[in-house]
């Protein structure tokens, strides 16, 4: 080959899912146009020698909540996307529940244009499904819409939960789509009458947070959804699973061959009612609840064995003194978690709880292929876009809240110790990060072309 290329990545170890092995990658307009031994690439415009370190493919985090429009002090799309080319995330998904809730084509068309101009990395949008805007949900998706958000289990007033006749009615329409639909899986009845007994009986603590949202709220949830996408033919995708009854139910609906993916968080697999002291107490608010000791294990298995798909993080940024709070009820739930994620899996590989290729397929290639992305997303292919993470497996650092790109500081994460992090991002072939530093403008990141 004589044609100079725009980059060449060499001395790699190539990750996937199938193999680690020794080579090199060439990038050319923004895409992988070879894979192969580092002497046979092309000459390069840019020539990066990356000592042997592992290249993967960059993450993809189909759950993030980036806050703009309507709540910019909690997080922008500059710094959300930030974070996550810190956290080697070079895609995400950002939630519908901002205000205006994404949930019209105007909405979608509007969100497009306002996380254009700052992204440091790609993005999707999800569209909100509500009772009132059923007869949208077809002009969200040709608007640019990635997938669709269901609140099954909300008391936010900005994108409340829709009725099951109307759910049903959404998921045909969502089905014509071709969408995935991707559900907060929870029963709201149960919620708001456990909740109201909480406040009733004075609890106000996070022990009354995990009580409200009790297994069988989220168990029938998921059996609830997981029969009407059999029965509507709409895809869907579990959010932030936390419960270990929920499982089965997943195991048994994909068994019986329903379209259903679904995701765990780094939270609910690293953390339990147990460290909720350390995590900062009322902090560690989050819906749905991190849940007692017992739960992650089985996660971890469910995760392992395939079950449960893909990491996710939930990024879910406040301001600290909406964490910090005396009443659980006024403590805003969520926090950051796209620059951590990987930091915090990687521990997870270097205690040997997982192989670097399988966390490849849990945070690359299955969101990739859930979301209809796959292999231009989630890739080391001939032809994918060029989203690439340079790993380092042996850097030790603590996680520091006060040192985020994201502007939530505050993790229940704070204070752990990790080996291993993503040391450079590349999004289609632009470097975005180097060294745990924005090396991108604003305005790198795109929004995904529609599967
Ligand atoms: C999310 C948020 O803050 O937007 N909070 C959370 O605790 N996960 C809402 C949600 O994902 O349900
Ligand atoms: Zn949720
Ligand atoms: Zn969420």
Same mark, same amino acid.
């Given at each position: 080959?004589?044609?100079?290329?725009?980059?060449?990545?060499?001395?790699?170890?190539?990750?996937?899912?199938?193999?680690?092995?020794?080579?090199?990658?060439?990038?050319?307009?923004?895409?992988?146009?070879?894979?192969?031994?580092?002497?046979?690439?092309?000459?390069?415009?840019?020539?990066?020698?990356?000592?042997?370190?592992?290249?993967?493919?960059?993450?993809?985090?189909?759950?993030?909540?980036?806050?703009?429009?309507?709540?910019?002090?909690?997080?922008?799309?500059?710094?959300?996307?930030?974070?996550?080319?810190?956290?080697?995330?070079?895609?995400?998904?950002?939630?519908?529940?901002?205000?205006?809730?994404?949930?019209?084509?105007?909405?979608?068309?509007?969100?497009?244009?306002?996380?254009?101009?700052? &992204?440091?990395?790609?993005? @999707? %949008?999800?569209?909100?499904?509500?009772?009132?805007?059923?007869?949208? *949900?077809? /002009? =969200?998706? +040709?608007?640019?819409?990635?997938?669709?958000?269901?609140?099954?289990?909300?008391?936010?007033?900005?994108?409340?939960?829709?009725?099951?006749?109307?759910?049903?009615?959404?998921?045909?329409?969502?089905?014509?789509?071709?969408?995935?639909?991707?559900?907060?899986?929870?029963?709201?009845?149960?919620?708001?009458?456990?909740?109201?007994?909480?406040?009733?009986?004075?609890?106000?603590?996070?022990?009354?947070?995990?009580?409200?949202?009790?297994?069988?709220?989220?168990?029938?949830?998921?059996?609830?959804?997981?029969?009407?996408?059999?029965?509507?033919?709409?895809?869907?995708?579990?959010?932030?699973?936390?419960?270990?009854?929920?499982?089965?139910?997943?195991? &048994?609906?994909?068994?019986? @061959? %329903?379209?259903?993916?679904?995701?765990?968080?780094?939270?609910?697999? *690293?953390? /339990? =009612?147990? +460290?909720?002291?350390?995590?900062?107490?009322?902090?560690?608010?989050?819906?749905?609840?991190?849940?007692?000791?017992?739960?992650?294990?089985?996660?971890?298995?469910?995760?392992?064995?395939?079950?449960?798909?893909?990491?996710?993080?939930?990024?879910?940024?406040?301001?600290?003194?909406?964490?910090?709070?005396?009443?659980?009820?006024?403590?805003?739930?969520?926090?950051?978690?796209?620059?951590?994620?990987?930091?915090?899996?990687?521990?997870?590989?270097?205690?040997?709880?997982?192989?670097?290729?399988?966390?490849?397929?849990?945070?690359?290639?299955?969101?990739?292929?859930?979301?209809?992305?796959?292999?231009?997303?989630?890739?080391?292919?001939?032809?994918?876009?060029?989203?690439?993470?340079?790993?380092?497996?042996?850097?030790?650092?603590?996680?520091?809240?006060?040192?985020?790109?994201?502007?939530?500081?505050?993790?229940?994460?704070?204070?752990?110790?990790?080996?291993?992090?993503?040391?450079?991002?590349?999004?289609?072939?632009?470097?975005?990060?180097?060294?745990?530093?924005?090396?991108?403008?604003?305005?790198?990141?795109?929004?995904?072309?529609?599967?």
């Amino acid at each position: 080959m004589s044609t100079m290329v725009d980059l060449v990545i060499r001395d790699a170890l190539l990750v996937t899912p199938e193999a680690s092995r020794p080579g090199a990658v060439a990038v050319d307009g923004g895409r992988i146009v070879a894979i192969g031994r580092s002497d046979a690439m092309p000459a390069a415009r840019r020539v990066i020698d990356i000592g042997g370190r592992p290249l993967i493919p960059g993450a993809l985090d189909v759950h993030t909540h980036v806050r703009e429009p309507g709540f910019s002090h909690k997080e922008t799309w500059a710094t959300a996307t930030a974070a996550a080319a810190v956290g080697g995330v070079t895609t995400i998904f950002d939630m519908p529940n901002t205000n205006p809730p994404t949930g019209n084509a105007a909405a979608v068309r509007e969100k497009i244009a306002i996380a254009a101009r700052q &992204a440091h990395v790609d993005f @999707g %949008v999800y569209g909100y499904v509500g009772e009132t805007n059923i007869g949208d *949900l077809r /002009s =969200m998706a +040709d608007a640019g819409a990635s997938a669709f958000k269901l609140f099954l289990g909300s008391d936010n007033p900005l994108v409340p939960c829709p009725n099951d006749g109307a759910v049903l009615d959404a998921m045909a329409q969502i089905r014509q789509t071709g969408l995935r639909c991707t559900v907060h899986a929870e029963n709201t009845p149960i919620l708001n009458w456990r909740g109201a007994q909480m406040k009733a009986a004075g609890r106000d603590d996070l022990s009354a947070h995990l009580a409200q949202h009790a297994d069988i709220a989220t168990v029938e949830a998921v059996q609830r959804i997981a029969l009407f996408s059999e029965w509507t033919g709409c895809k869907i995708h579990i959010a932030h699973e936390n419960c270990r009854h929920a499982v089965p139910v997943i195991a &048994a609906a994909k068994r019986r @061959g %329903v379209d259903i993916t679904a995701e765990t968080c780094p939270h609910y697999l *690293l953390l /339990s =009612m147990d +460290d909720a002291e350390q995590a900062g107490g009322n902090a560690l608010r989050v819906k749905p609840p991190v849940r007692e000791a017992g739960h992650a294990d089985a996660l971890w298995a469910a995760l392992l064995d395939g079950t449960i798909d893909m990491i996710s993080t939930d990024h879910a940024p406040h301001p600290a003194q909406e964490k910090h709070r005396a009443s659980i009820w006024e403590t805003s739930p969520g926090f950051p978690g796209v620059e951590t994620s990987m930091r915090l899996m990687l521990t997870e590989v270097a205690a040997g709880r997982l192989t670097l290729r399988h966390y490849v397929k849990l945070a690359c290639e299955a969101p990739a292929r859930a979301f209809g992305l796959w292999p231009r997303k989630g890739a080391l292919v001939v032809g994918a876009d060029a989203d690439l993470v340079v790993l380092d497996l042996n850097h030790r650092e603590t996680v520091r809240g006060g040192q985020f790109q994201s502007l939530g500081k505050v993790t229940p994460f704070e204070g752990r110790e990790t080996i291993g992090r993503a040391s450079q991002t590349f999004v289609r072939g632009t470097l975005v990060m180097d060294n745990g530093g924005l090396a991108g403008a604003p305005g790198v990141g795109r929004p995904l072309q529609r599967p």
